[in-house]
């Protein structure tokens, strides 16, 4: 074989070759291409269904702008109806603070007539009092008399330490004098006789 044989040889391979790789390529493009087509007729339903939405926001954007113009006048009305309760709100407290000062005022004076009526009416007591005074009093020391006769009276050695050695009580009250206490039974109780 000559060399121009071998030459044309690898050059109808390389020819070969290259006819199968364009066939190759052709064939991924036509299924990029495919699925490309796809992906725009996606988006054109899509458009198609967003298009009506888009139609009823245009709709409600026409009819908030008269909507939107009408709130400046109503922010400034508000304003105002602000202005107009903080002033309110001013006059509210000054008539607070006038009642509160009149209420200290009646307090005070309540105050007053209650101390004038109390000393009023101590004053004439006194007076009741020193004319009842002499009867009522003699009355009461009876009485208090008559109470205390009638209530018996309990005496109660105290002494150091208590002993219950007849021997030691004697020992004892030989060395110290025993001293007595009178109680009422009014006054005492089991637990303060024990103690």
């Known amino acids: ?6 030459a044309l040889l690898v050059l109808a391979i390389a020819g070969v070759w290259a006819i199968v790789e364009l066939a190759l390529t052709l064939r991924k493009t036509r299924t990029v291409v495919d699925s490309l087509d796809k992906t725009v007729s996606d988006l054109n339903n899509t458009l198609a269904e967003a298009q009506p939405v ?52 009646v307090a005070e004076a309540s105050n007053a007539v209650s101390s004038v009526t109390d000393s009023a009416a101590g004053a004439v007591q006194k007076l009741f009092n020193k004319v009842k005074a ?28 208590e002993a ?5 009580v004697a020992q004892k ?23």
Request: a negative charge; proline letters at 6%; glycine letters at 4%.
């Open 1 to 6: 074989m000559s060399p121009i044989q071998i």
């Open 54 to 105: 888009v139609a009823k926001l245009d709709g409600a954007v026409d009819e908030l702008t008269p909507a939107l113009a009408q709130m400046e006048p109503l922010l400034k009305s508000s304003k105002t109806a602000v202005d107009a309760l903080t002033s309110n709100l001013v006059e509210v407290e000054a008539v607070v603070r006038d009642i509160s000062e009149v209420t200290g005022s």
């Open 134 to 161: 002499p009867a009522a009093d003699a009355e009461r020391k009876l009485a208090a008399a008559a109470a205390e006769a009638e209530q018996p009276t309990v005496r109660v050695l105290i002494g150091e330490d």
């Open 164 to 168: 219950t050695d007849g021997a030691d």
């Open 173 to 195: 009250s030989a060395t110290k004098p025993a001293q007595y206490y009178t109680y009422t039974p009014a006054e005492t109780s089991e637990e303060s006789c024990d103690e």
